[in-house]
């Protein structure tokens, strides 16, 4: 028999009124009773129709927040288009979209970020952000009220969300190490250049990577790892630097953004011959692969990361999945010339 409001409401023993405010978080209920209305819709499998949730949102649209580091770094034009087609795949049922963009890795512009999404009134977040305490726990803060968070691109280690969208980033590094490995004619001398030590999928790219060399047996020195913060500008400088420091360096893998600053300083260097690698088909890097510059990039399907982000954060609004799922990972996929 199908599940109704009406019948949750007896099975309750509350009025159909309390049990549509706790369905559409319209807030006024008992913490407990809005605990057991909606532990009783996942008991008893209560999915509301798409007409009567389009109806509803006539009345109360429903705002997704959508925070992304995004500003100066080209990968997320990707995960924008693929968040904007779930924002109008969805629109007639009431979803709207607010995109906070930000430059950088600082960590009160990250918060101040989220607070503004929650003053706009958003009632779910997806955000790309750091690992570190604080946004740790700013996030479970906002679980432990019910509160729908999606990380978006990169997780937050041991943070309480809904769930985590994007790539596995241990086996996008493995994927590069295993592949130098095989490429490799000689002992490699690696400089890393990485976006932010903050970010945790750029620590994973490195661990993968390191992880993947070892299990090789390949013959390898780290001699040095530097960051850029995903700006092109210090990764030319920061790129430069290293390079005039170390004549035996003959191998850089970049872990973020900031390839078109890694390749206007190899080209820079002309008589310095490097193997290059790095992530994501945007449109600088693909010019770099095209000419040589850059070996082979890893790909991660940003569009669907930032669709899929989107799409979880308005069934858990709707209490369509419950308050934890299991994390929708990307596919890993290598990119050479001739598939680019």
């Known amino acids: 028999m199908k599940v109704t409001v009406k019948s949750l409401a007896q099975a309750a023993g509350v009025s159909r009124g309390t049990v549509d405010r706790v369905l559409h978080n319209r807030g006024g209920v008992k913490p407990d009773i809005v605990l057991k209305i909606k532990s009783l819709a996942k008991e008893l499998g209560y999915v509301p129709n798409r007409a009567g949730r389009a109806l509803a949102a006539y009345k109360t649209p429903i705002k997704i927040g959508v925070m992304l580091p995004s500003i100066g770094n080209p990968f997320f034009d990707g995960v924008i288009d693929g968040v904007f087609q779930a924002r109008d795949e969805f629109a007639d049922l009431g979803v709207e979209v607010v995109l906070k963009e930000v430059e950088g890795f600082d ?14 009134g958003c009632k779910a977040l997806c955000i790309s952000t750091l690992n570190i305490d604080a946004l740790r726990k700013k996030i479970s803060d906002l679980y432990a009220k019910h509160f729908p968070v999606i990380l978006l691109n990169t997780n937050v280690e041991k943070a309480d969300c809904l769930c985590y969208v994007g790539s596995d980033y241990l086996t996008a590094g493995a994927t590069c190490g295993g592949m130098l490995a095989m490429c490799a004619k000689e002992p490699l001398k690696v400089l890393i250049v990485t976006g932010s030590k903050m970010i945790l999928g750029h620590n994973q790219r490195i661990d993968g990577f390191k992880s993947e060399l070892d299990r090789q047996q390949a013959e390898y020195q780290i001699i040095d790892t530097v960051e850029c913060y995903d700006s092109d500008i210090k990764a030319t400088r920061v790129t430069l630097d290293a390079l005039d420091r170390n004549e035996q360096i003959n191998c850089i893998y970049v872990t973020g953004a900031g390839v078109q600053g890694v390749g206007a300083a190899i080209l820079a260097r002309p008589k310095r011959k490097i193997f290059a690698i790095a992530f ?3 449109y600088t890097t693909k010019e770099l692969v095209k000419q040589g510059i850059i ?3 890893v790909c991660q399907q940003p569009e669907r990361q930032g669709y899929h982000a989107v799409k979880r954060a308005y069934m858990a609004i709707t209490n369509q999945i419950p308050e934890h799922v299991d994390d929708f990972i990307t596919d890993t996929i290598i990119k050479i010339e001739a598939n680019l």
């Open 107 to 120: 960590l009160n512009t990250h918060l101040n970020a989220i607070d503004d999404l929650l003053f706009k």
């Open 280 to 282: 994501d088909e945007v």
């Open 295 to 297: 070996r082979f990039v």
